[in-house]
């Protein structure tokens, strides 16, 4: 199945059922008082957050959703039933747009659940038009409509770590050693057609498709994922040792980067020398300080060697537990400011 992360819907609330005109029964007299009741509430239409990255390709076929309509009142001045609210579920990470009125809905946490549309309130029943002066009254209301709108969805990954560069870097390799992914891997370019995500002691690692030159323009497959980039944490940017060029290699990558904004250049990045295994070990060590001058840091790799995987596993281990205590304290610090 394909992965989608972009579709657009139609939704609607429900509408309020309509009061009612009614009468007390009795016998003695031809018409009672008045026994409409109100109209029940339609349904209000939420959207709520599914940590399945793969749940978009529910709305592929069907794209139009409507809430339930309330229940017209009934007689005994009884209101009718409200509608049962509409859940609509999309991916952690989604941004969730109203076309109509450009309100922009978030849904960063699992579980979370917000309301977008709001349903139509139940119409009034005779009984609530009864006073001194009118003591059968003979009029109701109808019940108001819900709201209704066209939406954007669009998914941008949440991920601890993202792995970006040139194709045939050594990403899906990287992810498959680390995690229980089993993303694509092969020696031609664009292996990897979809962003792969795999969890790393319970840390979320995303393989983001190959990027080439042009990428900002819409060019290859890159830049339908760019935007899943401005929501990771920590980019691992990887270049290939088989490269010659890895310093034009990288700064091809960060020219993509800094051409499509969204502050991904300003993002903790670390540079990643792959396929080390695959050179002369002189000529890795000069081609990681070539890259440390343009770059800052830099770690070497090899997923072929369990020594040299290993002690990644074990940096890396380290790199999140310090990024998850830092996000900790930023919380801590920002509750104080509130209070």
């Known amino acids: 199945m394909a992965f989608v992360d972009e579709v657009r819907i139609f939704a609607r609330a429900g509408n309020g059922g309509d009061g009612v005109v009614r009468w007390n029964v009795d016998k003695s007299k031809p018409r009672g008082g008045p026994a409409g009741g109100d109209g029940g509430a339609g ?193 691992f940017h990887l270049v290939s040792a088989e490269d010659e060029e890895v310093v034009e290699r990288y700064k091809t990558i960060r020219g993509e980067l800094s051409r499509h904004g969204d502050g991904l250049t300003e993002k903790r990045e670390i540079v990643v020398l792959s396929k080390i295994d695959l050179v002369d070990p002189e000529e890795h060590k000069k081609y990681a300080a070539e890259l440390r001058e343009v770059a800052g840091e830099v770690w070497e790799l090899s997923v072929e060697d369990p020594v040299v995987l290993k002690e990644f596993s074990k940096k890396l281990s380290i790199l999140l537990e310090e990024e998850r205590a830092t996000i900790i304290e930023n919380i801590e610090i920002e509750d104080v400011e509130e209070l």
């Open 43 to 235: 349904a209000d239409v939420y959207v709520e957050a599914v940590r399945d990255f793969a749940y978009l390709s529910n709305y592929r076929h069907t794209k139009s959703f409507a809430g339930e309509d309330g229940s017209d009142g009934t007689k005994k001045n009884m209101e009718g039933k409200n509608g049962e609210d509409l859940i609509l579920k999309f991916p952690i990470g989604s941004l969730v747009t109203n076309a109509e009125t450009d309100d922009v809905y978030e849904l960063l946490h699992e579980g979370e659940r917000i309301r977008i549309l709001k349903g139509g309130m139940g119409g009034f029943g005779n009984t609530r038009f009864k006073n001194s002066r009118n003591v059968s009254p003979t009029q109701s209301t109808p019940g108001r409509p819900g709201e209704r709108g066209n939406f954007h969805v669009e998914l941008k990954l949440v991920a601890d770590i993202g792995l970006i560069g040139l194709p045939n870097a050594g990403k899906s390799s990287l992810l498959n050693a680390l995690t229980n992914a089993k993303s694509a891997i092969g020696a031609y370019p664009f292996t990897t057609l979809e962003p792969h995500l795999g969890s790393f002691f319970g840390y979320v690692l995303a393989d983001i498709p190959g990027l080439i030159e042009g990428a900002a323009d819409g060019k290859g497959l890159g830049g339908k994922f760019l935007r899943h980039i401005s929501r990771t944490r920590v980019l």
